[in-house]
């Protein structure tokens, strides 16, 4: 675990893609279309499925959208998207993980690539960087509208088999194996707990500072990434400004 905060730059990004509003809610049809397709429309039965919802709601996506996609996907649709991930590293050797879901591989792998090496990266081969990340659930609690203190919250999620905990004047951010993290987001609503956040995510092992003279360079190449239809996800291993 690499100890530092996600949820200070959750925050930071999502108000920076408040413009791109449209096309988080194309990104996120997709997966809940590829989610609905692989294992039925009803988040109640389709664990996958149910964490898309909770994120597309999280980001204020309409109802009527996301009802669309789930239909769209009981219609028996052929559309079809596949699952990509490319590896690399950013200016300043920061390794980066991008996922996608992309109807044209070939597209998909040339603005990634562009993506890298216009903005002083260099694209990797599968396995180049990947080991340096784990599979973790991620919950956040906003302190704000949870009243219990940092005791009783830790014991509640170990008692849940929660992995770790940090804590922030602003929030408890809580970390669990893949595996337990839906048993641990259940048992911490059921237990009245208002959860701000939660996904699966990429926790890198270790962090990078970014120097000062490629900080701009590498913003760029994230946003540009982001930015892409295809790029559903971006994990990098740069160091926090908290963590300085």
């Given at each position: 675990m690499s100890g530092h905060s996600k949820w200070h730059n959750i925050q930071g990004r999502k108000n920076a893609?408040?413009?791109?509003?449209?096309?988080?809610?194309?990104?996120?049809?997709?997966?809940?279309?590829?989610?609905?397709?692989?294992?039925?429309?009803?988040?109640?039965?389709?664990?996958?499925?149910?964490?898309?919802?909770?994120k597309a709601r999280a980001a204020n996506m309409p109802k009527d959208n996301i009802k669309r996609a789930l239909d769209k996907a009981e219609g028996g649709s052929e559309e079809h998207y596949d699952e990509v991930t490319y590896e690399g590293y950013a200016p300043g050797g920061v390794a980066v993980l991008v996922e996608a879901l992309t109807d044209n591989k070939n597209r998909t792998a040339s603005s990634v690539r562009v993506a890298f090496t216009r903005n002083g990266g260099s694209l990797g081969s599968s396995g180049s960087v990947a080991y340096m990340f784990d599979r973790k659930g991620y919950l956040v609690l906003d302190r704000t509208k949870n009243t219990q203190d940092e005791d009783e919250v830790l014991l509640d999620i170990m008692d849940l088999g929660a992995d770790d905990?940090?804590?922030?004047?602003?929030?408890?951010?809580?970390?669990?194996?893949?595996?337990?993290?839906?048993?641990?987001?259940?048992g911490l609503i059921?237990?009245?707990?208002?959860?701000?956040?939660?996904?699966?995510?990429?926790?890198?092992?270790?962090?990078?500072?970014?120097?000062?003279?490629?900080?701009?360079?590498?913003?760029?190449?994230?946003?540009?990434?982001?930015?892409?239809?295809?790029?559903?996800?971006?994990?990098?291993?740069?160091?926090?400004?908290?963590d300085e």
């Open positions: 893609q408040d413009s791109k509003r449209g096309k988080i809610f194309q990104k996120l049809s997709r997966e809940l279309f590829m989610a609905a397709k692989a294992g039925g429309a009803d988040p109640d039965s389709n664990a996958a499925l149910r964490l898309i919802v909770d905990l940090q804590t922030s004047d602003d929030a408890f951010e809580i970390y669990t194996d893949a595996k337990e993290f839906a048993g641990v987001r259940d059921e237990k009245g707990y208002q959860i701000a956040n939660s996904e699966l995510t990429m926790i890198p092992q270790n962090t990078t500072p970014v120097p000062e003279d490629k900080q701009e360079q590498f913003e760029h190449m994230i946003d540009q990434l982001e930015d892409d239809d295809d790029v559903s996800e971006v994990y990098t291993a740069a160091e926090d400004d908290d």
